[in-house]
């Protein structure tokens, strides 16, 4: 993972759809497989902090993200 340093204050804004389809993380981004979202599943072990958000992150989550 690269690192950034970005003034204070700045906002960020990550597409979910571009980062969930980066084949760096996800082998075959564009193929439907649902099970490679199970908690259990090992090419979930090694993925970096999210490169899988689907509710978002930080102070502003979605209020949804309790209902996985």
Same mark, same amino acid.
């Not at 259990?40 to 970096?48: E, F, I, K, Q, T």
């Given at each position: 993972?690269?690192?950034?340093?970005?003034?204070?204050? +700045?906002?960020?804004?990550?597409?979910?759809?571009? +980062?969930?389809?980066?084949?760096?993380?996800?082998?075959?981004?564009?193929?439907?497989? /649902?099970?490679r979202w199970r908690p259990?599943? /090992?090419?979930?072990?090694?993925?970096?902090r999210f490169a899988y958000? /689907?509710?978002?992150?930080? /102070?502003?989550?979605?209020?949804?993200?309790?209902?996985?």
């Open positions: 993972m690269e690192n950034y340093e970005l003034p204070a204050e +700045t906002n960020v804004v990550m597409s979910q759809f571009i +980062t969930h389809r980066d084949a760096k993380y996800f082998p075959e981004p564009e193929r439907f497989d /649902p099970d259990n599943d /090992p090419r979930n072990l090694s993925l970096p958000f /689907p509710f978002g992150g930080g /102070p502003r989550v979605c209020i949804g993200a309790g209902f996985r």
